[in-house]
């Protein structure tokens, strides 16, 4: 084995929670592509916050708030600059990545979506990338349409270009498959759709953990992505849009905080990001995500990539030797989010079993139904693996998988 | 069953069955799993419904032919885990030429044993439906196990004191 890209196993020692046992096991953390776990510098970041920092931000009439101020406006140019955004101002705080499509789906849809627009989706998002647009359907008249997916788990872009039309007013695509772990060509997507003169929207919970990021070499228009799976807090998440698509969008919510001035006959708007952060913000989210993207740093979205891949390589032989396994996606470009189907093993009952070896995956349609029904599953297994997985992890999987076979077929 | 292999680098791997597996998925479970009884389409039934968990996605259909407070015959269809679908095809078993009341009684017992209420273990109404008392130690599968007979429960009425006739509202024929 080549000596890893950092030292794996004091990575793990920053994560608290990793250090467990789990039914009696050691916990083997294998659900981080449903929420990662933090290191102390995120819990630390976020409970210093609290005890010396805390009050509410842009009313800054005394110590406490600037000081909360300048720690959430430090975030958000942290996060500004991790994904190359041109301008802080480019960052609005939002619950995460549900949200963020919500809001784009809720203002730039209201504005610019009307009865025969097309908005063109994939048969492998989220239903976060799929329930918003079903609803603005809804609302305004508009035809959602659907690329199609190849039996190998890619999208597939000759049918994409087929579907783009001048009717087409929006593209929504996941950077990467949170079942199938591929990684799609999104910056190819999104300069075909401005070819078709159509927004470009990223879905990027599943790769801002991952990837490293740049918006201008990306192209998109709109990026969304949550804090908690990338080792920041829950209830933060980011969406990333050009300052001037967001200047001309409409309010999202109304409140405190997004207002210029309000009279009782009606109200003007605050300069972005603020107009689409009505209400008090999850102020120690924002800094706890900060802390997160600053610790991803230190190590090195890099040398996590270069880690990573070489871990799913090793998980991808291990569990292509297992009779009867079926890993869905793609053996190339992809991370590693597994999915699996194990004999007749339903997932739940995979997952039970596993559970009683310490060991956590996900089972179920992975608020992935429509791609479910694609693949002809009801259901698949998926272990997911992250900066602080590790070989003897995979192996722990293995074995768990053998004692499944052996209580469904008693042979292992 | 106990069993020590040695893994490649020498150190032992137990590769025993746990006794709560071992518990929970006992083989007659497995039986009705892949052989599954009184499955498939009811020609005409008086009464029919769909459930699923949204959560995992297990799904259950189930239809009965009532004649004059009786069950006189019962089918089911539906995927799911082996606790979902195993649990059903027992329940149809138990439930073929029952009058109401008693699949409302044999509802109510199921539910306790599910609660690990030792004395309903020995029951010997439940039949095959005895063998899913290991699934009162994994609480997040009591709901798989109930799903059956939650159709049950929503087609004859939940068991009250006193019983009720069965609820025939909008939506439960189809």
Redesign the interface.
């Known amino acids: 084995m080549v000596a890893p890209p950092y030292d794996i196993e004091a990575v793990r020692r920053d994560f608290p929670i990793l250090e467990q046992k789990v039914n009696g096991q050691a916990l083997v953390y294998l659900d981080s592509a449903a929420s990662s776990q933090r290191p102390r510098a995120v819990i630390d970041a976020v409970r210093r916050h609290y005890e010396t920092s805390h009050a509410n931000v842009h009313r800054g009439a005394h110590e406490l708030s600037v000081r909360a101020t300048e720690a959430y406006e430090d975030a958000r140019a942290c996060v500004a600059a991790h994904i190359g955004a041109e301008d802080a101002a480019e960052i609005v705080f939002v619950r995460g990545a549900t949200e963020a499509i919500n809001l784009v789906a809720g203002s730039l849809g209201k504005a610019h979506i009307g009865p025969g627009d097309e908005i063109l989706l994939t048969k492998m998002e989220h239903h976060s990338n799929l329930v918003p647009w079903q609803l603005l359907a809804e609302r305004t008249g508009a035809t959602l349409r659907f690329v199609d997916v190849s039996p190998e788990g890619r999208l597939v872009l000759d049918d994409y270009a087929r579907m783009l039309s001048e009717r087409t007013r929006l593209v929504g695509v996941t950077h990467i498959s949170n079942s199938l772990g591929v990684i799609n060509p999104v910056r190819e997507i999104a300069a075909l759709a401005h070819e078709a003169g159509a927004f470009c929207l990223v879905d990027g919970a599943q790769a801002a953990p991952h990837l490293a990021l740049d918006m201008g070499a990306l192209g998109c228009d709109f990026y969304a992505f949550s804090g908690h799976k990338m080792c920041g807090p829950t209830g933060i998440g980011v969406l990333w849009a050009r300052r001037a698509i967001l200047e001309e969008m409409p309010p999202y919510q109304g409140g405190g905080e997004m207002i210029a001035s309000v009279t009782l006959a009606g109200s003007t708007w605050a300069a972005v990001p603020h107009k689409f952060e009505a209400g008090t913000p999850n102020i120690a989210g924002a800094i706890g995500l900060g802390a997160a993207i600053r610790y991803l740093n230190t190590i090195g979205l890099d040398a996590i990539r270069r880690y990573e891949t070489e871990l799913l390589g090793y998980a991808l032989e291990r569990l292509g030797e297992i009779e009867g396994l079926r890993i869905y996606g793609p053996t190339d470009e992809r991370v590693g989010v597994l999915s699996f189907t194990y004999l007749?093993?339903?997932?739940?009952?995979l997952a039970?079993?596993l559970d009683?070896r310490g060991i956590a995956i996900r089972?179920?349609?992975h608020c992935n139904?429509p791609l479910?029904e694609h693949l002809g599953v009801?259901?698949t297994a998926r272990a997911s693996l992250y900066l602080y997985s590790t070989f003897q992890e995979v192996?722990a999987l293995c074995?768990a998988l053998?004692?499944a076979g052996?209580?469904?077929c008693g042979s292992? | 069953m106990s069993e020590r292999v040695n893994s490649p680098d020498g150190t032992s791997i137990d590769r025993s069955i746990p006794s709560t597996l071992s518990d929970l998925f006992q083989e007659v479970i497995l039986d009705h799993y892949r052989r599954p009884r009184n499955k498939g389409p009811l020609e005409a039934p008086t009464h029919s419904i769909t459930m699923n968990n949204p959560l995992c996605g297990d799904v259950i259909e189930l239809s009965l032919s009532v004649q004059a407070d009786r069950i006189a015959e019962v089918r089911y269809e539906g995927r799911g885990c082996s606790i979902s679908q195993a649990a059903a095809s027992m329940m149809t078993e138990r439930l073929k030429g029952a009058k109401l009341g008693e699949a409302r009684a044999l509802s109510a017992k199921f539910t306790r044993l599910l609660h690990g209420e030792e004395e309903v273990q020995r029951d010997e109404k439940l039949g095959d439906l005895r063998a899913l008392a290991g699934v009162s130690k994994f609480p997040v599968r009591i709901k798989c196990a109930l799903l059956g007979f939650n159709c049950l429960d929503e087609l004859v009425g939940k068991p009250v004191a006193g019983g009720r006739e069965p609820r025939s509202g909008p939506g439960e024929h189809r």
Do not use: N
């Open positions: 007749d093993v339903h997932a739940h009952d039970t079993i009683q089972a179920g349609h139904q479910m009801d259901a192996d074995e053998h004692l052996e209580i469904f292992a």
